[in-house]
């Protein structure tokens, strides 16, 4: 394991193979599972030390790209802890809605988001984009989310994604339908 500590918040981590072998980890890394938490947690613990970072207790946003040699690249940043009264760091987007008004759902096929475009479509539904993930995968953002909305992704076999996914989706996707997805990829189904 080799650190580079990129600046005060910031911290490169290089991990050979035989390194997320010894940590028993795989890359992409299941971060939704506790086990894979747990293991970025130690492979911080163990990193920190030498990078001269300090995580804390502050929450952090780490991207791991994986290397051609069969190790990774992981890039850990430490958000700033709010004061008393003021609002939450959250990264930059390019996407003109804010998170609270945004949904992102995630599919793991292209017909699985076909379908449920064709079925929000039906329902009169609009004001959306679709991205296709380089690693395999699709994403649907929408503008109006809300729980029911939620119920018929998941019948289609798409879930509804946390706040990192906002950063993900902007650096590790291509646009493939932008204004409303919904009509124009329900269309298609």
């Known amino acids: 394991m080799e650190t580079i500590k990129i600046s005060e918040r910031k911290l490169k981590i290089m991990l050979t193979a035989e390194d997320l072998s010894d940590y028993e980890l ?7 599972s506790g086990y894979g938490r747990a293991r970025l ?5 163990d990193a920190c030390p030498s990078g001269g ?3 804390g207790d502050g929450h952090i ?5 994986e290397s051609a040699s069969g190790g990774c690249e992981m890039f850990v940043t430490q958000y700033e802890k709010n004061r008393p009264g003021e609002a939450a760091m959250t990264p930059r987007t390019n996407v003109p809605k804010t998170r609270a008004e945004r949904g992102i ?3 793991p096929d292209l017909d699985s988001l076909l379908a449920v475009c064709g079925r929000l479509s039906r329902q009169g539904r609009s004001g959306s984009a679709a991205y296709a993930d380089h690693g395999g995968g699709y994403f649907l953002i929408t503008y109006e989310p809300e729980p029911r909305l939620d119920a018929i ?7 509804r994604c946390g706040r990192a996914a906002d950063a993900y989706v902007s650096e590790h996707c291509d646009l493939i339908c932008k204004g409303d997805a919904v009509g124009v990829l329900g269309a298609l189904c």
């Open 41 to 45: 947690r130690r492979i911080l613990r």
């Open 105 to 107: 759902y995630a599919f």
């Open 26 to 32: 795989s890359v992409p890394v299941d971060v939704a």
């Open 153 to 159: 992704v998941g019948e289609y076999g798409g879930e």
């Open 53 to 55: 970072f300090d995580p």
């Open 61 to 65: 946003f780490v991207q791991i790209y």
